[in-house]
């Protein structure tokens, strides 16, 4: 018999009771090992003993990755929405509205600017919780604008991909982000500026088959799905077995796909060193 409930009065009760929150402690989906989420959230949502890395919210990365943690959301133009007044089980513009109010973005991409270790830099990070960081007109245009706003500042540019690639609810309007954003990549490089994509889990479809493959450095955190097709159909149309580990970030590596491996903590320091390094040689030859 639980006293407090059957014997003590109710407005006493409430004194006695203590509400624990429900993500006190989280569970390593590898290792199964129980985290204090405030442990968690001080490693960058890297588990501590397993290193397994967990999703992290776009402005806890932001946070990170800039000076003192400080940086300016740059806006994201204006795009149409439901241009093809999608609905299956429900309105895709109900969709939007949904996603909207549970991760407070208007999109599945946000902009930032700020210093990292001294030096300018435009970062954009795609967010999983909207929709699958899928890629639209609205997340095509943001990353065009950012990558033309590196232009103009004359910054690199840095992108953290996690996206289940192309959103169906835009049709062909999606797929043309594809083309759009890839011209954009070539203007970052026709103004000799470093462009460097971070991969994170997981990046796959028409993003890995557009900008996400094309930085001049490529770096995955470890464990990472990085590809096109799931696994699953791959090994349903060719009729083989796939390789242990195929699609991870440590296989593409070994694979000449992926040119580095960083774990969250070293993410910043690694990102500080290329950008001085492939941001020398244009800084140079505009002095000159």
């Known amino acids: 018999m639980n006293w407090i409930s059957n014997v003590v009065p109710p407005k006493i009760r409430s004194f006695l009771r203590r509400d624990t929150p429900e993500n006190l402690w989280v569970k390593c989906p590898e290792s199964g090992q129980l985290v204090f989420h405030k442990d968690l959230e001080a490693n960058l949502m890297v588990v501590p003993g397993s290193g397994y890395h967990m999703a992290i ?89 950012g990558m ?7 910054a690199p540019f840095v992108i953290f991909t996690a996206s289940g690639g192309a959103r169906m609810q835009e049709g062909m309007f999606s797929l043309m982000q594809m083309a759009r954003t890839t011209v954009a990549v070539q203007r970052l490089r026709a103004a000799k500026l470093p462009y460097i994509v971070v991969l994170t889990n997981p990046t796959t479809g028409g993003v890995t088959a557009s900008y ?21 159909v ?36 690694t990102l500080a060193r290329l950008c001085k390094m492939l941001a020398k040689a244009p800084r140079e030859a505009a002095a000159a």
């Open 212 to 232: 996400a493959m094309l930085g001049d450095i490529e770096i995955a955190e470890p464990g990472a799905v990085v590809g096109f097709a799931g696994a699953r």
């Open 57 to 145: 919210a776009p402005k806890a990365r932001l946070a990170a990755l800039f000076d003192e943690g400080e940086f300016e959301e740059l806006p994201i133009p204006d795009t149409p929405v439901d241009p093809l007044r999608f609905r299956d089980i429900k309105r895709y513009a109900d969709r939007l509205r949904e996603h909207r109010l549970k991760t407070g973005s208007a999109d599945s991409i946000t902009l930032a600017a700020g210093r990292l270790e001294g030096q300018p830099i435009i970062a954009a990070v795609h967010d999983f919780a909207f929709q699958g960081g899928t890629l639209g007109i609205a997340a095509g245009e943001a990353i065009v604008s």
């Open 234 to 269: 791959i090994e349903q149309t060719v009729r083989e077995r796939l390789p242990e580990g195929f699609q991870r970030a440590e296989f593409l590596q070994q694979h000449g796909m992926v040119d580095m491996v960083v774990p969250r903590p070293e993410m910043r320091a």
């Open 148 to 154: 033309l706003e590196a232009i103009a500042r004359r």
